[in-house]
């Protein structure tokens, strides 16, 4: 067997004031700064009305899931010859968090809606990257033996015109 590729991803972290944390992102600079929102506050007990209002780790785990998904399915679509720029091709995303017998979050799934407009003699061949596309995405795969990814597919069909393309 050969030897598998790796690489490493980089990031720096601080603990601002609980519950705020803050990532800076090495290969960018990009800083994150995470919270505690509304109901997840609550379940660690901060009342969410002193806080900040930032985004939960699990709001970003369903954002870079659904974001690279989204990336996945459009380039699966190029493939095929199916334009999916701007707002041919969106999404919405939804996890669904439970609590655990021992108290701890857990993200048990993420469903990803997409919307996608383009001629109807594409549907059966958009229908088919959904139903592969995820296989093929690399945070979609490094999560799925933890939770379940499902994605559903609403085509909406327009006219073909000449000279439409990818």
Request: net charge negative; hydrophobic share 40%.
């Amino acid at each position: 067997m050969a030897d598998e590729t790796t690489h490493e991803v980089r990031v720096r972290l601080t603990r601002e004031r609980p519950p705020i944390r803050k990532a800076v992102l090495e290969m960018t600079g990009d800083e994150v700064v995470f919270g505690t929102p509304g109901w997840q506050g609550e379940h660690y007990g901060f009342d969410p009305s002193t806080l900040p209002e930032h985004p939960g780790t699990l709001d970003y785990l369903v954002a870079s899931v659904a974001g690279c998904l989204i990336g996945t399915f459009g380039g699966a679509l190029k493939a095929r010859g199916i334009d999916s720029a701007g707002d041919r091709l969106t999404a919405e995303a939804t996890g669904e968090v439970v609590v655990d017998p021992d108290g701890v979050l857990r993200l048990r799934s993420i469903l990803v809606r997409y919307t996608l407009r383009a001629p109807e003699g594409m549907r059966a061949a958009a229908e088919r990257a959904n139903e592969h596309h995820a296989a093929h995405c690399p945070n979609a795969r490094s999560v799925a033996a933890a939770i379940a990814i499902t994605t559903e597919l609403d085509f909406v069909a327009e006219r073909e015109t000449a000279g439409a393309g990818a």
